[in-house]
């Protein structure tokens, strides 16, 4: 498919004019593929009034037959998988079957959350007085606002809208203005679910979904809208920041997933050869633009003799290019500027001591003109230094060697981010050490398995820096619910809580 047939696939030819005011170009070559306008100021409290106006008609569907709508839309997801996936290639420029790979990921969480629309549990709670019942119930909240980044630009929307609609809600989206088609392309596919579920004879009401097109300022005039109960925010520290400072001012409810500095331990006792390959995928698939990337490998001294040598030449050998090549696994970053940073990194990194065991430039092999694609890079550190400490978002691998496995474990921790983590090792004692209250401490700890490629089912999301939300699996859907504690006072009675006395 060529992308302007994609583009028509979804209808976008309609949206793209020559006249608009964001440019969209893909990564892969440079080249422009459309032109959209920007949604006006102004626009974004008409869309959010609308949108709040269908959460009120939504609120009250029965939540199974919520779960209807998601059922749909999962079945437009499946029939549809090869163009956006193909569109997420095109506009994101990761490889082909990491594109797939995340339209997988929105079809999962589609799956998941229609199981969850028959269950929303609450508790009951024992009551002091007699005659009365106590439970916890969970309400549909509101307006849920998402921000999404560019490195997943639908799988993470879907995670949060899959959970949010069943949930009761209706849902205002700010992508990335780098990937604004391939959010256009999910409401299109979005609408023909709700129109299928209208002609199935339910009532789903307008403005359930409303993208926004544009930057920052747009952005901005989402989270200040009072009428968004809840912002979903994914990306950088900055962005979090200050989404988190607006929503403070009006006391909005956040869930923010922001940067990451994953490392990986690897002992004495690791099978080498399964390390090797979980270090490769999580280090360099997605062109290291993962929040969940692995960044930092700590292996022990005794190891990492054996480990380095095989890992620098398989770095060597990895296939870099055109992301819709079925052999490539290594396509371009989103931009120049990201290329930019990563040498700067580099730079800075020999700055401070760091050693460039391969890579860390710009791929000059046979890859497409006007992409910026790098070379991946293995970075041997003396120390956890500050470039170690800070999230680039590009394909560089730090390395450092440890002694002790408590060493191990304060290098993992002794960094501002907390998303993910993991170790390779064959020691059930390592392994339970690592993940004990005294072990990781991130949102995500794994053992022989690679800090990046979470399935659905678990929640997602890590601590400090990170922002402390939870997407996706496990409960973090009462996040896109408003908790309401009920009294009920089935007796003739009037008792006070606390044994109080009132009677006149
Ligand atoms: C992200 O990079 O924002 O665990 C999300 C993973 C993917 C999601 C990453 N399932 O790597």
Redesign the pocket.
């Known amino acids: 498919m060529t992308p302007s047939e994609i583009l028509k696939h979804f209808e976008l030819d309609k949206v793209s004019k020559s006249d608009g005011d964001l440019k969209v170009s893909s990564p892969i070559d440079g080249q422009e593929i459309a032109t959209l306008s920007q949604t006006s100021l102004q626009d974004i409290d008409k869309q959010i009034a609308c949108a709040h106006d269908a959460f009120k008609i939504w609120r009250a569907t029965p939540a199974p037959v919520r779960g209807e709508l998601i059922r749909l839309f999962g079945e437009e997801l499946r029939q549809n998988k090869d163009e956006l996936g193909r569109l997420v290639t095109l506009e994101n420029g990761k490889v082909l079957s990491e594109g797939l790979g995340e339209v997988q990921?929105m079809i999962d969480i589609c799956d998941f959350a229609v199981g969850l629309s028959r269950q929303l549990y609450g508790l009951t709670i024992a009551s002091e007085r007699p005659g009365h019942a106590m439970r916890e119930v969970w309400q549909p909240l509101g307006v849920v606002g998402v921000i999404s980044?560019f490195?997943?630009p639908v799988?993470?929307w879907a995670w949060n809208a899959a959970l949010a609609y069943v949930c009761g809600n209706a849902i205002i989206w700010k992508p990335s203005e780098k990937t604004p088609l391939t959010a256009l392309a999910c409401q299109n596919l979005f609408e023909k679910a709700v129109a299928n579920y209208r002609k199935a004879g339910h009532d789903a009401p307008d403005h359930l979904l409303h993208v926004i097109v544009g930057g920052r300022e747009h952005g901005a005039a989402m989270v200040n809208n009072h009428k968004v109960a809840l912002v979903s925010a994914?990306g950088s520290g900055n962005m979090g920041r200050a989404v988190a400072q607006d929503l403070s001012t009006r006391l909005g409810k956040s869930l923010l997933?922001l940067g990451g500095n994953n490392a990986m331990i690897v002992t004495t006792s690791a099978d080498l050869d399964m390390a090797l390959r979980a270090i490769l995928f999580s280090a360099v698939g997605t062109a290291g633009q993962?929040?969940?990337t692995l960044r930092r490998l700590i292996v022990h001294e005794a190891v990492v003799d054996d480990l380095l040598p095989k890992l620098v030449k398989a770095y060597q050998s990895l296939p870099i290019g055109n992301p819709l090549d079925k052999e490539t696994l290594v396509g371009p970053l989103i931009d120049a500027d990201a290329l930019s940073m990563m040498l700067e990194a580099v730079a800075n990194a020999k700055a401070q001591g760091g050693e460039v065991l391969c890579g860390g430039k710009e791929a000059s092999g046979d890859v497409p003109e006007g992409g910026a694609y790098p070379e991946p890079a293995i970075i041997r550190m003396p120390e956890q230094s500050d470039i170690v400490q800070h999230e680039t978002f590009a394909p560089i691998l730090y390395v450092m060697t440890y002694k002790t496995l408590d060493e191990a474990i304060a290098i993992n921790n002794d960094v501002p981010q907390g998303l993910s983590s993991c170790i390779f090792t064959t020691d059930i004692r390592e392994a339970e050490t690592f993940l004990s209250s005294v072990g990781s401490d991130c949102g995500i700890a794994n053992v022989n398995i690679g800090p990046?490629?979470?399935e659905i089912g678990g929640a997602f999301g890590g601590e400090k820096e990170t922002g402390g939300g939870r997407e996706s699996g496990s409960d973090a859907w009462k996040t896109y619910m408003r908790r309401q504690t009920q009294t009920i006072n089935y007796s003739t009675a009037l008792p006070l809580a606390q044994g109080v006395k009132f009677d006149v």
């Open positions: 990921e980044a490195n997943f799988a993470v994914t997933e993962r929040c969940t990046s490629g979470a």
